[in-house]
């Protein structure tokens, strides 16, 4: 299929939904770091698949291989019934968050949905009737109506209304805003340990210490939406660890299924027990399928030394922009943590430069007109960084930046 056929298939069968943020090629095939459109051409892809799912890379042997093998042995049975898979994955997640409890589901929307409706309940179970969560500007949490009202972007609210009410918005990293903000009406804070649509803003640890604090004194739950953070992505499995506090709730998916669709909202003890029989549920929640998908992705994670790579070649990656950064005045700021990183301009070329480096055979994402965001899996190579970063600086180059 050319990409005149895709178009003009997407225009008569598809929701008019991604249109403008398409790249021009159709993708065919992956392996590791590497997409192959229909023409036969290979792409670096330094966005994980577009939006940060692929962390392990493109079909992944040890993903492949269980996926193979649970898919001709059980794809699903319902919550109805125990199986294997969903229980060891249980137990794992378990392992690597000291003791959470999971409710496993498909995206990290519905992570997220699961999330503030425990601590909506928990609020009840504590405190009476206290309904109130505060999230931050510029944060995103999902398209679902609880996880979009979360989202402090009035731009993904439009033409939505009314949404859930009893969400309170604060600037990013502002420590008195959330103090003034905080209050025994409060049930919950709910943030990115890292904004990362809105451009790779890492938390102030003091910021995160002091919502830890506030949630403790007004007995409320911090939310940390790992969604796009967790395992491994920001050079530590959980990127909460950077900051020496523990959350009450985490949620997952990108990476957690090494690109099956799979997600997790996972509670600590006494939260968790707040949720009783026919609180919550999901008819493909825990699927054996994705579950087996998982366990393998979190054995590739942990065994092939992935957290410690994203640590050491983001650090590099980070590096080596900052160097460009010196040499070309039109980059204001470049920002990483792990294998997320965002470079500022003080010009509107990012779709032009984003094109430049596809013409390039290197796939770069945009934030707005003026700021380039890279999520590139967690195996990526010293040289791959090397060739990216010579693709955007010729990009620049071409783009007359
Ligand atoms: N939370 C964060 C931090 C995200 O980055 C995203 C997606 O980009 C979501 C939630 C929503 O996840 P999903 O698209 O799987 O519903």
């Not at 993708?27 to 577009?50: F, K, M, N, Q, V």
């Not at 055979?361 to 791959?384: C, H, K, Q, W, Y």
């Amino acid at each position: 299929m050319n990409l005149s056929e895709a178009q003009e298939l997407e225009a008569k069968h598809l929701l008019s939904l991604y249109v403008p943020i398409r790249f021009p090629i159709v993708i065919a095939r992956g392996l590791g770091t590497r997409l192959w459109d229909t023409e036969g051409r290979e792409y670096l892809d330094l966005i994980s698949g577009g939006r940060a799912v692929m962390g392990l890379g493109h079909s992944h042997p040890r993903v492949v291989a269980a996926v193979r093998e649970q898919a001709g042995t059980l794809i699903h049975v319902s919550n109805d019934f125990y199986t294997e898979p969903q229980l060891a994955l249980a137990r794992r997640l378990s392992g690597l968050t000291g003791g959470m409890r999971a409710f496993l589901c498909n995206s990290g929307a519905e992570a997220n949905e699961a999330a503030l409706k425990l601590a909506r309940k928990h609020a009840k179970a504590v405190a009476g009737d206290k309904i109130e969560i505060i999230t931050a500007y510029h944060s995103f949490h999902g398209r679902t109506y609880g996880a979009l009202a979360a989202t402090g972007q009035q731009k993904y609210h439009a033409g939505f209304g009314p949404l859930v009410p009893g969400f309170r918005y604060i600037p990013f990293n502002d420590r008195e805003a959330l103090e003034k903000s905080f209050g025994p009406q409060t049930c919950a804070v709910m943030l990115e340990p890292v904004l990362g649509e809105s451009g790779v803003f890492p938390a102030d640890a003091e910021f995160l210490r002091l919502a830890r604090q506030l949630c403790d004194r007004h007995q409320a739950l911090l939310l940390l939406d790992e969604v796009q953070t967790g395992l491994g992505r920001t050079g530590r499995m959980f990127a909460y660890q950077h900051y020496g506090i523990e959350p009450d709730v985490i949620t997952l998916a990108k990476s957690l299924g090494g690109g099956v669709p799979i997600g997790a909202m996972l509670a600590r003890e006494p939260a968790a027990s707040t949720f009783v029989p026919g609180d919550h549920a999901s008819s493909f929640g825990g699927s054996a399928l994705p579950a087996a998908a998982a366990l393998a992705a979190l054995d590739a994670i942990e065994q092939e030394g992935l957290v410690e790579n994203a640590r050491t070649v983001g650090a590099y990656f980070l590096e080596r922009l900052q160097a460009l950064g010196r040499e070309q005045p039109v980059i204001r700021e470049v920002r990483g943590l792990g294998m997320m990183l965002a470079v500022d301009l003080n010009k509107p070329l990012a779709g032009a430069i984003k094109l430049a480096c596809l013409a390039r055979g290197v796939l770069i994402n945009t934030v707005g007109d003026s700021m380039l965001r890279l999520v590139p899996a967690l195996i990526l190579t010293r040289e791959e960084v090397d060739q990216g970063v010579s693709a955007i600086a010729a990009a620049l180059a071409e783009v007359g930046a």
